[in-house]
C-alpha cells in the first residue's frame, strides 16, 4: 500500500486569532523549557521526571485517587500512569492502599516523602519564578501580573475537566 500524503496544515483565515495563538503557544513552550532547565541546574537534586512531578501535583490537590482516575486527569493510558506509581512507590513518593469505598480497587496516596518532594519542588520554582519576575522592568512585571487571571481562563477552556482556580 503506498504512503498515506501527510494532511496539510490549515490556512489561518485572515481576522482569526492564529498569529496570537501561535505565539503564545511559542511563549509558553519556551517558559516550560526555560523553568525545566534552569530549575535543573540550579537545583541539581531536582532529578524527578515531569509526569512524575505532575502526577504527584494532582495527588498534591485530589488524594487518595484511583489509577484510573489519575488517567483520566492526565490524559494518559492508565498502564501508563501505573507504570509512573510503580517508579513512584519503589522511590517512596506514594503508596498504594484498598479503597475504603471498595475494598476490590486500591487507591495512591501522597506519602510523607512525597509531600516533601512536591514542596521543596514547589518553592524551587517560585524561588526561580521570582528571580526572573524581579528581573523584568516595572512594565513587564505589571504585564505579566496582569495576564495572569486570562491566562487562568484560556487553561481552563483548554482542559474544561480541571478544577483549576476560579475567579
Known amino acids: 500500500m503506498p504512503p498515506q500524503p501527510r494532511p496539510r496544515a490549515a490556512v489561518p483565515v485572515a481576522g482569526t486569532d492564529a498569529p496570537a495563538a501561535r505565539a503564545l503557544t511559542?511563549?509558553?513552550?519556551?517558559?516550560?523549557?526555560?523553568l525545566r532547565a534552569s530549575i535543573r541546574s540550579d537545583y541539581p537534586w531536582e532529578q524527578l521526571?515531569?509526569?512524575?512531578?505532575?502526577?504527584?501535583?494532582?495527588?498534591?490537590?485530589?488524594?487518595?485517587?484511583?489509577?484510573?482516575?489519575?488517567?483520566?486527569?492526565?490524559?494518559?493510558?492508565?498502564?501508563?500512569?501505573?507504570?509512573?506509581?510503580?517508579?513512584?512507590?519503589?522511590?517512596?513518593?506514594?503508596?498504594?492502599?484498598?479503597?475504603?469505598?471498595?475494598?476490590?480497587?486500591?487507591?495512591?496516596?501522597?506519602?510523607?516523602?512525597?509531600?516533601?518532594?512536591?514542596?521543596?519542588?514547589?518553592?524551587?520554582?517560585?524561588?526561580?519564578?521570582?528571580?526572573?519576575l524581579s528581573s523584568l522592568g516595572p512594565a513587564d512585571r505589571a504585564a505579566v501580573q496582569a495576564a495572569l487571571p486570562a491566562l487562568f481562563h484560556l487553561a481552563e477552556h483548554l482542559d474544561p475537566g480541571d478544577d483549576g482556580p476560579a475567579d
Open 26 to 34: 511559542d511563549a509558553v513552550t519556551r517558559l516550560r523549557r526555560a
Open 49 to 132: 521526571p515531569m509526569a512524575q512531578v505532575e502526577l504527584l501535583q494532582v495527588l498534591g490537590e485530589h488524594s487518595p485517587a484511583r489509577i484510573g482516575d489519575l488517567a483520566a486527569r492526565q490524559r494518559l493510558a492508565a498502564s501508563t500512569v501505573s507504570g509512573l506509581i510503580g517508579q513512584m512507590i519503589t522511590s517512596g513518593l506514594v503508596a498504594r492502599e484498598v479503597d475504603p469505598a471498595d475494598r476490590r480497587a486500591s487507591v495512591v496516596t501522597l506519602t510523607e516523602a512525597g509531600r516533601e518532594q512536591l514542596a521543596a519542588w514547589t518553592q524551587a520554582h517560585e524561588r526561580r519564578m521570582e528571580a526572573a
